[in-house]
C-alpha cells in the first residue's frame, strides 16, 4: 500500500513538471536593454573604463539572445542578468567621469590657492 501511493506521488510529481512551461527571460531581457541604452545616453562609450563594461553588456545581451533560439533559457537569463549589470556599472562610471573632473579641477585650484600661484 506504501509503495502504491509513493508511486502515485511520484507520477504526479512527474506530471506536474512535465506541464510546467519555462517563460522566456523577458523581464531580463528589457532590464539589459533599458540600462544599456541608459549608459549610452550617459556617454559611456567615451569613458574607457565605461565602454568596456557597456562592450560586455552588448556582448552578454547578445549571447542571451542567441541561447534563447537554442531555447536555453536558464543561461540566457544568466546572461541577462550579467549584462544588466555591466551596463549598470557602465552607467555609473560614465556620470562618475564628469564628477571626477570637476573635483581634479577644484582640487588644483586649491592647491594653487595655497601655494600663492593663483592670477
Known amino acids: 500500500m506504501r509503495r502504491a501511493i509513493v508511486g502515485v ?8 513538471c ?3 512551461q519555462q517563460v522566456p527571460p523577458t523581464e ?3 532590464d539589459s536593454q533599458v540600462s544599456i541604452r541608459q549608459a549610452e545616453e550617459a556617454g559611456a562609450a567615451t569613458v574607457p573604463d565605461a565602454a568596456q563594461h557597456l562592450q560586455w553588456a552588448r556582448e552578454q545581451t547578445s549571447e542571451a539572445r542567441r541561447l534563447l533560439e537554442h531555447n536555453e533559457r536558464d543561461k540566457a537569463a544568466l546572461f541577462l542578468r550579467r549584462a544588466a549589470a555591466d551596463a549598470e556599472l557602465a ?3 560614465a556620470r562618475e567621469a564628469p564628477a571626477r573632473a570637476e ?3 577644484i582640487l588644483q585650484q586649491v592647491q594653487q590657492l595655497q601655494q600663492g600661484t593663483v592670477q
Do not use: H, S
Not at 506521488?9 to 506536474?16: D, E, K, Y
Open 28 to 30: 531580463e531581457l528589457v
Open 91 to 93: 552607467l555609473a562610471l
Open 103 to 105: 573635483a581634479d579641477r
Open 18 to 20: 512535465a506541464g510546467v
Open 9 to 16: 506521488g511520484l507520477l504526479w510529481g512527474l506530471a506536474g
